[in-house]
């Protein structure tokens, strides 16, 4: 979504009346209306009460049950996660724009942030009338962990409105998904019409017909099968010699992409890192998030997104974890945020471990460079020197 | 040139292609030899006067006195993909060339769909990722063909990778204009103007094959 175009969400503009009169209170109680969050103009914002978040709730559950719903907030008020009753201290601003709804506690001078939740994590929203108390709970996370956001609205008008915003915005953010969809197959065949590998039809079972997408049934993007559909656009490729050859050239076009990038020094350390994180031994989810932060770390805020070139070589058993460390991140993968584009296939479908190269083939190349690098380094000789070389 | 006349010869060149074609294809099982005839003719008048084609068909509808009932260029999009005449159909029956020909006419037939789905905005993406999909498909299946071009025909394997490089650029003018289009749905006349090229560009890589490979 970082590349992504933002269409004119014009259609939400009749609620910036009912919003006027929300902000001609803020300015009464002098709050800032250009707070570092609100630069954008593409956002709106609506008064709600913050009720609670219930965490860890069942990643399949359908929100748009009514009865689930209530049941979840039932239980929610019994492990004290909702309070029975809420109070003027639970008063809140609810933003919704292009990047993420945000909650924001407003105490008379202040406003605190509560939760941010990126739009590709929102499964669902819904609005459920229980007894005259307007309920608007948003289902968020990933496909291992959900949480339900559960806010209360003055009136059905307001909540519906949130609902059909909220909505709009998927559909934004899907149909930005589908444009770069088009514009990235015109530019991937631009490509092998230049010379690159043309990885055609038989060795690359590359397909968009698998697509499906649920985004747009009552504004619920599908999550729970989110991550079996990744896991099936990554097997597909073949084994025949043609592929292998395929795959070890996007290895070693990856890697060239990186010594343009990276000292030698920083080479020899990814070198190590990706051994690491490509170990199929037995270790804990704490041990393996550690080595991706180190990753993280080396590859720094610059060349963060190169990160996302690294899936195809990343072990099978470890890439989903992997993927979701990027996406905590706020990196993009291709073509891939989790609620409108993680049905699209990605650019390569085999990890490290499904190629016969294996490991060694990543140690050859990464040596190559290092030895080359190293040569050159010698050659050059120490760079003082230079400084004092007549012009 | 101005962008009126650009698609007035886009206009004139696909009425020969769905609406001119067809029909003397049809003459030609009553009369061959006018059919051949009024086709070269059509087409010699058209490369002379581009846009000749279209006055001609105006002219007719005018006459008909239904010129203003219907969008031309909505319509020739309709057509696009529901008419696929014989100069336009590679003849060769090897596999690649008849992939090819499977794969022009799917992508002509999607990009015809496009008026009757746009004002639907959940079919339409649906239609854009069948496009995305069709493009790709085309162009892996040209490459094929060019492969099969004699390593000593320099000249036309560089024919057909320029034709290839035109589709390409208009396929990102039809991307870019689908952008438009989702910023401002007045801009729908762009989009059928553009998926018209795009047939337009397809049709032409047909012609190029059949002429250098056939």
Redesign the interface.
């Known amino acids: 979504m970082e590349n992504g175009e933002w269409f004119n969400m014009d259609p939400m503009g009749g609620r910036r009346g009912q919003q006027s009169l929300y902000n001609e209170s803020r300015n009464s109680t002098g709050y800032s209306l250009h707070s570092e969050y609100h630069k954008d103009a593409d956002h709106s914002e609506y008064q709600v009460q913050f009720a609670g978040i219930i965490k860890e709730i069942q990643v399949h559950v359908d929100i748009t049950n009514r009865t689930e719903v209530l049941r979840m907030i039932d239980q929610g008020k019994m492990k004290k996660m909702i309070p029975a009753k809420i109070g003027t201290d639970s008063n809140s601003i609810l933003s919704l724009s292009r990047y993420n709804i945000k909650l924001m506690q407003v105490d008379h001078s202040t406003e605190n942030l509560i939760i941010r939740v990126p739009i590709h994590e929102i499964a669902a929203v819904c609005y459920v009338n229980d007894d005259g108390i307007h309920i608007l709970a948003v289902k968020y996370g990933n496909p291992e962990q959900c949480s339900l956001l559960v806010l209360y609205c003055d009136s059905p008008a307001r909540a519906e409105r949130i609902c059909s915003d909220v909505a709009q915005c998927f559909q934004l953010v899907y149909t930005d998904a589908v444009v770069q969809l088009l514009e990235d197959t015109i530019g991937r065949v631009e490509t092998s019409s230049t010379g690159s590998p043309t990885i055609n039809e038989n060795s690359r079972k590359i397909s968009l017909e698998g697509l499906d997408n649920h985004g747009f049934s009552q504004s619920q993007p599908n999550l729970s099968d989110r991550h079996n559909r990744d896991k099936r656009s990554r097997s597909l490729a073949t084994s025949d010699a043609s592929n292998q050859s395929i795959q070890a050239e996007l290895l070693r076009s990856y890697l060239e992409q990186l010594r343009s990038k990276f000292t030698v020094d920083e080479l020899a350390k990814f070198s190590t890192l990706l051994k690491q994180i490509n170990d199929p031994s037995p270790r804990s989810h704490k041990d393996l998030l550690a080595v991706f932060q180190e990753v993280f770390q080396l590859y720094g805020n610059e060349r963060k997104n190169l990160l996302a070139g690294l899936c195809p070589f990343i072990y099978e058993k470890h890439y989903a974890n992997f993927l979701d460390f990027l996406k905590k991140q706020g990196i993009a993968i291709d073509n891939g945020t989790l609620s409108s584009r993680h049905s699209f296939p990605r650019n390569y479908t085999r990890s490290v471990s499904d190629m016969n190269t294996d490991q060694s083939d990543i140690d050859s190349v990464l040596e190559g460079i290092s030895t080359q690098l190293a040569q050159i380094d010698s050659n050059i000789g120490d760079v003082n020197t230079y400084l004092n070389y007549p012009s | 040139m101005t962008m009126g006349d650009s698609n007035k010869n886009l206009y004139a060149k696909m009425i020969v292609d769905v609406v001119l074609g067809p029909v003397l294809e049809r003459l030609e099982k009553k009369d061959v030899s006018a059919a051949q005839t009024l086709r070269a003719a059509f087409t010699k008048v058209d490369n002379t006067l581009p846009g000749f084609a279209y006055d001609y068909v105006k002219g007719v509808l005018k006459k008909a006195e239904i010129h203003d009932k219907f969008d031309l260029c909505e319509t020739l999009l309709r057509l696009g993909g529901s008419q696929d005449c014989e100069e336009l159909r590679i003849s060769r029956q090897e596999p690649t060339f008849q992939e090819l020909n499977k794969c022009a006419t799917a992508l002509k037939k999607i990009l015809s769909r496009i008026p009757e789905q746009i004002y639907d905005?959940?079919q339409f993406?649906e239609t854009?990722?069948?496009?995305?999909?069709a493009?790709?498909?085309l162009?892996?299946a040209v490459?094929?063909v060019i492969a099969e071009v004699p390593a000593a025909d320099n000249g036309s394997k560089q024919i057909l990778?320029d034709r290839?490089?035109e589709f390409?650029r208009y396929?990102?003018k039809f991307?870019n204009m689908?952008?438009e289009f989702?910023?401002?749905t007045n801009q729908n006349q762009s989009v059928f103007i553009s998926a018209n090229y795009l047939i337009y560009q397809t049709n032409l890589i047909l012609r190029t094959v059949k002429q250098e490979c056939c």
């Open positions: 905005r959940k993406l854009i990722k069948e496009i995305a999909s493009i790709k498909r162009l892996d490459n094929r990778e290839k490089k390409v396929s990102k991307s689908l952008k989702f910023r401002d």
